[in-house]
């Protein structure tokens, strides 16, 4: 939530920024603001309500000229989006700007105690009151008028160590044009390193452009950065050697190409991420490779329960996996909402598997349940799309999936690509407790391993899901069904179609509607049901069928040479056949399709929706 972003080299900071943002973007887009330290120098501020066009434009009209400077998009937590509460945010001698994601939770009491000092805020924001507290701390370190980077640095590190809540911060004084200041507490920052050039950004699309070296700061640590030199202090300011990591990922991974929109490149791009989470995890004998679990076969041995957590669509991953580990790992298994994990009272023990699964690595509700995990002396694995994200530093141990960056708000290749991970580890707790025969284990990761061609073939016809799609001509609200594994891949085509087109719509399973949810049907509550071969294939076609008796118009998700699937339905999307427990990936695509279509057709923007942001760090 925000992004951030500050540059510091031989180009034109104000192109860096707007470059950086642009890619950041899916971070907020309520409002947006760059400043420049200009030649004389003078701190030069630009910013304006709306998406980054409009302070494109800003900068077009004004432009602004200069080689370090700051910017930021924002996700509005305190105060309305603005142009006033736009970041960057100024002291009250102009001299001290900021730029800030994350939220300052004891920010009134500060602002109470900064006002009542004589400070004059500008803002509604929590924001605000950082600037003015390095000022207050300047004051107090230094002669004002000459004082030295140190001094500088101290103010800043006194005053991080007054702020409670979360923070990635970029900083820059108008005397001191050849440096910036980057921070951050549970909020994600990194430095791209490039050759007489450092930016500091909330995440590494915004750096691949210069660089592929990148620096990541850790949680109470700071970076005094320079065009040509970068040093990392802790709290005390003594220095720390920097971590610098080599990124894998493209430029061209975080640009659309022929794509109209992200989040249709990245349906598009779940084949080659499904391979790729799936590459090398099973050896020449039938083991299945997960060294980055860190556990011994005898403490899987050990286990008694898995509790899952996650948030939002991981969340629905989680589900997947229960059903999973349940099945062939023969282990009980909670899944939890993360936001509920850490206020409930879990039953933890130090045969308790805690797996975290967020493919930011930085939701804070996920993170506050894994520091709950690890208090109560649970095992933490975390599943995550994101080299050096916060879970990787904080888990146990941690298994990636391979989707490669995803810009679209809404998760897609992610999503699919977590279910793949999840199937290899339940497949591998299977065998390592001696639960399945290991020629069912390889028969399973065998046909799992197809499962990438057959979301080729479902992305090689979309016909049916474009003619689907004016089912949702003119509709508030819909209901998405589904039994057993089905249950979670209905909550996620309902959760994909509900935050990108606004059209509510609500998951149940399927046997479940008889129980109330029924009285909600109407001619103009389409019905859309998760009907491919299953156990239970004929009970959901029973409760479809009692929905068409009270005049529902139904889309059906069926198996290829279901024949009688044509005469029960408006609509059928078709997909290849494939066993029960791997159907998820398979019919949740054209779920995200559908989504993308309907939305696409009331002419919202799927990449961006309203209210929303990619990674939610604030709980
Ligand atoms: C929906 C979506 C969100 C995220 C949720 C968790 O399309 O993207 O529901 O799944 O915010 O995010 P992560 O996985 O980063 O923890």
Redesign the pocket.
């Known amino acids: 939530m925000c992004g951030i972003v500050g540059y510091i080299g031989p180009r034109q900071a104000a192109d860096v920024l707007l470059s950086g943002l642009a890619r950041l973007e899916y971070r907020g887009y309520d409002s947006a603001g760059i400043v420049v330290n200009g030649e004389q120098p003078d701190l030069e501020v630009r910013k304006t309500e709306g998406k980054l066009a409009n302070l494109r434009q800003l900068l077009a009209d004004r432009p602004v000229q200069g080689k370090s400077g700051i910017g930021h998009t924002r996700w509005a937590t305190h105060g309305p989006p603005n142009e006033v509460n736009a970041h960057p945010h100024l002291d009250c001698s102009g001299k001290i700007v900021v730029v800030h994601n994350g939220i300052i939770e004891n920010f009134a009491q500060l602002r109470t105690q900064l006002v009542s000092s004589g400070h004059r805020f500008v803002s509604d924001t929590d924001s605000e009151v950082i600037a003015h507290l390095i000022e207050h701390y300047l004051h107090h370190v230094a002669d004002q008028d000459r004082p030295s980077e140190r001094d500088f640095l101290q103010a800043v590190t006194q005053t991080i160590m007054r702020l409670e809540g979360a923070y990635a911060l970029a900083i820059m004084h108008r005397d001191f044009p050849d440096m910036l200041v980057a921070a951050r507490k549970d909020s994600p920052l990194i430095i791209g390193h490039g050759v007489g050039e450092n930016i500091i950004a909330s995440d590494i699309p915004a750096v691949l452009e210069y660089t592929h070296e990148v620096v990541v700061l850790h949680d109470g640590e700071l970076a005094l950065v320079h065009a040509d030199d970068l040093e990392v202090f802790n709290l005390s300011l003594e220095r720390l050697e920097p971590e610098l990591m080599d990124i894998e990922w493209d430029l061209a991974d975080t640009e659309k190409g022929e794509y109209e929109d992200f989040m249709l490149k990245e349906i598009y791009e779940q084949p080659r991420a499904l391979r790729d989470t799936l590459r090398g995890r099973m050896a020449d004998d039938g083991t299945l490779q997960l060294s980055e679990l860190a556990m011994s076969d005898d403490e899987i041995r050990e286990l008694r329960h898995v509790y899952l957590i996650?948030?939002?669509?991981?969340?629905h991953a989680g589900r997947i996996a229960k059903i999973l580990i349940e099945r062939w790992a023969q282990l009980s298994v909670d899944v939890v909402a993360s936001s509920e994990f850490r206020y409930g009272s879990p039953l933890i023990d130090e045969h308790t598997l805690i797996v975290a699964?967020?493919?930011?690595?930085?939701?804070t509700d996920?993170m506050a349940g894994v520091t709950e995990a690890h208090l109560k002396r649970a095992r933490v694995i975390g599943i995550t799309n994101v080299l050096g994200s916060r879970i990787t530093r904080e888990a146990d141990g941690i298994l990636y999936t391979v989707a490669g960056p995803e810009i679209g708000?809404?998760?897609t290749k992610?999503?699919t690509t977590q279910i793949a991970a999840v199937t290899v580890l339940a497949l591998k707790l299977a065998q390592v407790r001696g639960t399945l025969p290991q020629a069912e284990i390889e028969a399973l990761f065998a046909e799992l391993s197809r499962v990438p061609d057959l979301v080729e073939r479902v992305l090689a016809d979309t016909d049916a899901i474009v003619a689907a799609a004016a089912l949702f001509e003119g509709v508030d609200s819909s209901l998405f069904l589904g039994r057993g594994i089905g249950v979670p891949v209905a909550m996620e085509g309902a959760?994909?179609l509900k935050?990108i087109s606004y059209i509510h719509a609500e998951a149940y399973p399927a046997g479940e509607m008889k129980h109330g949810p029924i009285a909600l049907i109407t001619s103009r509550v389409p019905v859309v049901a998760v009907a491919t071969s299953s156990a239970t294939h004929e009970k959901v076609l029973s409760n479809v069928a009692e929905t068409q008796a009270r005049d529902a118009r139904v889309l059906l998700v069926g198996t290829q040479g279901d024949q009688k699937l044509a005469a029960l339905a408006d609509h059928v999307i078709y997909v290849p056949e494939v066993s029960e427990l791997l159907s998820p990936i398979v019919s949740v695509v054209p779920l995200q399709l559908l989504a993308y279509h309907v939305t696409k057709a009331r002419g919202c923007n799927p990449d961006m929706p309203r209210n929303l942001a990619?990674?939610?760090t604030v709980e």
């Open positions: 996650a948030c939002g669509t991981s969340y699964i967020t493919q930011s690595g930085e939701t996920t708000v809404a998760a992610t999503f959760l994909k935050e990619k990674s939610v």
